[in-house]
């Protein structure tokens, strides 16, 4: 096999392993099922990937890769509270749309019974955390918001809020409950402005 056909199944199989993923869930997704949508045969899953998990995971890692640099571009033009609920708002919908989020929580669900996919998982959440962490001491650093609820904190409620979103987004199935959390805060955050003036002699993190 040449390496370009080689690269181009290995590009086959990552497509075909998170369209599977999304549409039949873990417990549908297997070698055969994945290799039957890439058009090749089930021996290349572990010829280039070495399982099914490393496959998915490689599947979410591209998906991941994709939308931090699609949603860091969106969270660095924010600037105020309102701004960035108005970019997260949107950053649920294109996830919700595309189906990225799927991947993650497919994986998630998985590792209740797949305890080896747990460190997996928390490392490659690591980075979005940090992501939220930054932006939110960009918005919101040297606050009283801040002093009140440290940037880190927020990130691990933003990334534990998001997830659980995006999971009973499954169960509500016109989405109004979901929308309307995110309706609220958008009515909340303009009544936080004064909590989120900077204190004198104090400067926002990579401003």
């Not at 549409?23 to 070698?31: H, I, K, L, R, V």
């Not at 534990?160 to 955050?189: C, I, M, P, Q, S």
Request: hydrophobic share 45%; proline share 4%; glycine share 6%.
């Amino acid at each position: 096999m040449s390496k370009q056909n080689s690269a181009e199944t290995k590009e086959r199989l990552l497509e075909a392993a998170a369209h599977t993923l999304r549409t039949e869930g873990y417990a549908g997704t297997s070698a055969r099922t994945i290799a039957k949508a890439a058009g090749c045969n089930s021996a290349l899953v572990f010829y280039h990937f070495g399982g099914v998990d490393p496959l998915l995971l490689a599947a979410l890692d591209r998906s991941s890769e994709a939308r931090m640099a699609a949603h860091r571009k969106a969270a660095e033009e924010a600037r105020t509270l309102e701004e960035l609920v108005e970019a997260a708002t949107a950053i649920y919908r294109t996830d919700l749309e595309g189906g990225h989020i799927t991947l993650f929580t497919e994986l998630v669900g998985a590792s209740i019974a797949r305890p080896e996919l747990r460190k997996e998982i928390v490392d490659r959440a690591e980075p979005w955390i940090e992501f939220v962490e930054q932006t939110l001491e960009r918005v919101i650093g040297g606050s009283p918001l801040a002093k009140l609820m440290p940037p880190r904190d927020l990130a691990y409620a933003a990334i534990t809020f998001y997830l659980g979103v995006n999971l009973f987004t499954h169960l509500d199935a016109d989405r109004t409950r979901t929308e309307a959390l995110f309706g609220l805060a958008a009515r909340v955050a303009p009544r936080a402005r004064l909590l989120t003036l900077r204190l004198p002699g104090r400067r926002a993190k990579d401003s």
